[in-house]
């Protein structure tokens, strides 16, 4: 099994325990949820079981910066994310960050992709 299978593994795991909760935030970090780290790595296969929780708000900001799933999933160049997010129906596109209001495709635009 590989390194990306044992992560895809454990999360499934966890997401079968009544108690572990993913939208916990991660306080050295401020991201709100286990779908920010997931958007932000690039990681389809984590966002898509993530997405399909009806506990999961998408559109959740990290609490420094509001950078919200599909902010750093474009930013960062990631576009099975993008869509696997968009595709939910939910997830709002024009939610800029705190520093400057920049939003995804601002982001996505700047950096090429």
């Known amino acids: 099994m590989g390194c ?14 009544n108690n572990a909760n993913p939208s916990t935030i991660d306080a050295m970090h401020g991201l709100t949820h286990t779908l920010s780290w ?5 990681n389809e296969e984590i966002v898509r079981m993530l997405v399909e929780r009806d506990d999961i708000d998408p559109d959740i900001g990290d609490t420094q910066d509001g950078q919200t799933p599909l902010w750093w999933a474009a930013r960062n ?3 099975g994310v993008v869509r696997i997010l968009m595709e939910r129906g939910d997830v709002h596109p024009n939610i800029g960050d705190f520093a400057d209001g920049r939003t995804p495709l601002s982001w996505a635009a700047q950096n090429g992709h």
Do not use: C, K, P, V
């Open 4 to 17: 990306e299978e044992s992560i895809q593994e454990i999360i499934r795991i966890l997401q079968e325990q």
């Open 38 to 42: 997931a958007a932000r790595n690039g």
């Open 77 to 79: 160049g990631h576009e």
